[in-house]
């Protein structure tokens, strides 16, 4: 069966000198398109076309169970942080009390879903370089770095780059106006051009005011003002790189602790993105210390990785609930209360970490807490911190907790929601979502949704938003699909020009 990849495994996964063209002549029949040896109403070709048009959601087993790795959680995770984003954006509105009540305030608060965003692609770029370096195979690893530096920019700017072209017919047809500035034109060629100049303007990674917040300056395209992340992912990217590059031949625990004492410096100059991106490679790195067979190549599967605190029953589990005498009994019992103390600890810990992302968006007051804890939280902020960015000074060590306790959390638990096929196919969704849903709820939302809304239900209960909410959503996800398979075409394409660019 044909296993789909995230789009981080194609873009980080060795690359061979192949001569050919890359592709593959045979392309594997979907899962739904066979049925042993039976002759299905979806077997000719055309009709196979047809389907797989569709959006995977509404194809037949496109949404499918796959192979679930170490890091697949991180990918659902990144896509439900991306629905936040579109909810944030789309849905949200303060004059309901019960909006702004604890944790309910986290599905409102998209900036907090930016530190995830960046904790999680700290872990998953340097996962594979970190495992190259325990193994002390630094050539493989001037390769992979190479590789990872040379597709990274393209991987970002290009598919972005296409996002704000797809703007264009939006904005001429004044479905959509921009977010900050107007963008219409009165002139075809004239608004053409100035799309095409905003994209081009877009891709200068050394612009101004790259600061990893939304604030006076901030960088972004006037097109598609959602992107002005892609700057600072670029910048965090690199940085990365640049560190594994440096402490290769560290050993481990120096490597680790010079990590933190980065972490900590960045957060004093107020790079907070840098310090995130490095809180993602110190939890891949303590995490490799925690499981070595993953360095070896071994317990690559989550379900096949052996766990002291997993929540299967074993052959070797029923044993040892025979009688065992005193000694070992009481040594069971400690090691079971450890265990539970364990979860008990990074329960606590994601609970946490959510009520710091779920900060509130305006002053101190969290519904039934009131002031509690954010008065107390936001006065110690730093002093000397740049004012515009002192909103995101917790939400770095609430991404960092959150993501801590997921990925040392005892047995498969807390992960296990993330690893359900729609949990995974949300995360192949991530990136396409985040760049397409801001013109879109501009445009179907409040541009038809809302003016057909007052015209015909009226301004009153929730059930009068409800067909708005349901039409959007269906809009942008399916929007989200498309441009996935968009996004995975440049992945190739950056792929395929390494390969023709690269010294044998």
Wanted: charged share 15%; with cysteine.
């Amino acid at each position: 069966m044909a296993q789909y990849r995230t789009l981080d495994q194609l873009d980080l996964e060795p690359q061979r000198n192949n001569t050919g063209s890359g592709t593959n002549s045979e392309v594997p029949l979907p899962r739904w398109a066979r049925f042993g040896d039976k002759v299905t109403p979806w077997s000719s070709p055309s009709t196979r076309s047809l389907v797989s048009a569709l959006p995977r959601f509404l194809q037949p087993g496109g949404i499918k169970h796959r192979t679930i790795g170490p890091t697949s959680y991180l990918d659902a995770l990144r896509g439900y942080a991306a629905v936040i984003v579109f909810i944030s954006h789309a849905f949200n509105t303060e004059k309901l009390s019960w909006r702004n009540q604890p944790l309910i305030g986290l599905f409102f608060q998209g900036t907090g879903m930016v530190a995830l965003f960046f904790i999680i692609s700290g872990y998953v770029l340097g996962y594979r370089l970190l495992i190259l370096i325990r193994r002390r195979e630094f050539e493989r690893l001037l390769d992979a770095l190479a590789s990872s530096t040379f597709r990274r920019y393209l991987r970002l700017y290009l598919s972005s780059s296409i996002g704000i072209i797809l703007t264009f017919p939006l904005v001429r047809y004044r479905w959509y106006n921009g977010m900050i500035v107007p963008l219409y034109k009165n002139g075809f060629r004239e608004q053409l051009n100035d799309c095409i100049y905003d994209a081009i303007r877009f891709c200068n990674p050394f612009a101004n005011g790259i600061q990893g917040w939304v604030g006076a300056g901030n960088f972004s395209p006037k097109y598609l003002g959602v992107l002005w992340t892609i700057p600072v992912e670029y910048r965090g990217s690199v940085a990365l790189f640049v560190f594994c590059l440096a402490a290769c031949k560290l050993a481990t625990r120096s490597r680790m602790v010079l990590l933190w004492a980065l972490i900590l410096i960045c957060y004093f100059w107020q790079a907070v993105y840098i310090s995130e991106f490095f809180a993602g490679l110190w939890i891949a790195d303590y995490s490799l210390s925690r499981h070595p067979e993953r360095i070896q190549g071994r317990g690559g599967r989550e379900e096949a990785a052996s766990n002291s605190g997993g929540d299967r029953i074993t052959g070797a589990t029923m044993l040892s609930l025979q009688p065992v005498p005193e000694a070992k009994y009481m040594a069971r019992w400690q090691s079971d209360r450890s265990i539970l103390l364990s979860k008990i600890g990074h329960v606590t810990l994601l609970v946490g970490g959510l009520i710091l992302l779920g900060q509130p968006n305006h002053g101190d007051t969290l519904g039934i807490w009131g002031t509690f804890p954010w008065r107390f939280l936001i006065s110690l902020y730093p002093s000397w911190w740049e004012e515009s960015g002192h909103h995101v000074f917790w939400f770095g060590p609430g991404a960092f907790m959150v993501i801590y306790s997921l990925e040392f959390y005892p047995g498969t638990a807390l992960r296990q929601p993330l690893h359900w096929p729609i949990s995974q196919y949300i995360g192949d969704l991530s990136f396409g979502l985040y760049v397409v849903h801001s013109p879109l709820v501009l445009a179907v939302l409040w541009n038809l949704m809302h003016p057909l809304r007052h015209r015909y239900l009226g301004d009153t209960g929730y059930l009068a938003f409800l067909p708005g909410v349901l039409v959007t959503t269906l809009v942008c996800f399916t929007a989200a699909d498309y441009f996935t398979r968009i996004d995975t075409k440049v992945v190739q394409f950056s792929r395929w020009l390494q390969r023709r660019l690269f010294a044998a």
